[in-house]
T-cell receptor, first 113, second 115 residues
Framework: EPEVTQTPSHQVTQMGQEVILRCVPI?????FYWYRQILGQKVEFLVS????????KSEIFDDQFSVERPDGSNFTLKIRSTKLEDSAMYFC???????????FGSGTRLTVV | AQKITQTQPGMFVQEKEAVTLDCTYD???????LFWYKQPSSGEMIFLIY????DQQNATEGRYSLNFQKARKSANLVISASQLGDSAMYFC????????????WGAGTKLIIKP
């Protein structure tokens, strides 16, 4: 069964450093998303991406965040200068048309120290 | 106001019993979708079942079924014949509007299956 692949599974970074989280969505999907889940809290939407541009973003997705689909297969989330409160599980998801079938990756657990 | 409400923070259920996890939602959009996901302790998010607002029948997927009561705005997940491996967090989520829109999530229910 097709799956969404995220790397790395865990990342520890120093506060103020830049991190790039990587995702390979399902190949025939057109919509791509990043969500995050702070430990013990609910899942929060960050951004959606379609046709090589951001289609929707939340208040969390400020200037410190950016997304890119550099080569037609990878989908990346960059955090420019990490803060302690960025520590969370970050999920990539992809979806096809029709409202059914958001497939999530296994997540990247980011710890900012 | 909360868009997705899961009123059960935690539940204990005896193995092999059926379990119902509650979810109520709030939307004025006539087109929406409701999702249930399972998150084991390892952290990944596993899709379980989907119900569209225009679907006439309740969704079923193996041991999972969705008790969709549109007038009450509830979308409860029913797990039949629970197994120890069902112990996990369960999240209800809703997509309002077109198919590519974001998911709005509930706070989750921690389900523990007792042997």
């Amino acid at each position: 069964e097709p799956e969404v692949t995220q790397t790395p599974s865990h990342q520890v970074t120093q506060m103020g450093q830049e991190v790039i989280l990587r995702c390979v969505p399902i190949s025939n999907h057109l919509y791509f998303y990043w969500y995050r889940q702070i430990l013990g809290q609910k899942v929060e939407f960050l951004v959606s991406f379609y046709n090589n541009e951001i289609s929707e973003k939340s208040e969390i997705f400020d200037d410190q965040f950016s997304v890119e689909r550099p080569d037609g297969s990878n989908f990346t989330l960059k955090i420019r200068s990490t803060k302690l409160e960025d520590s969370a599980m970050y999920f990539c998801a992809s979806g096809g048309p029709g409202g059914y079938g958001y497939t999530f990756g296994s997540g990247t657990r980011l710890t900012v120290v | 106001a909360q868009k997705i409400t899961q009123t059960q923070p935690g539940m204990f259920v005896q193995e092999k019993e059926a379990v119902t996890l509650d979810c109520t939602y709030d939307t004025s959009d006539p087109s929406y979708g409701l999702f249930w996901y399972k998150q084991p302790s390892s952290g990944e998010m596993i899709f379980l079942i989907y119900q569209g607002s225009y679907d006439q029948q309740n969704a079923t997927e193996g041991r999972y079924s969705l008790n969709f009561q549109k007038a009450r705005k509830s979308a409860n997940l029913v797990i039949s014949a629970s197994q120890l491996g069902d112990s996990a967090m369960y999240f209800c989520a809703m997509r309002e509007g077109p198919s590519n829109y974001q998911l709005i999530w509930g706070a989750g229910t921690k389900l523990i299956i007792k042997p």
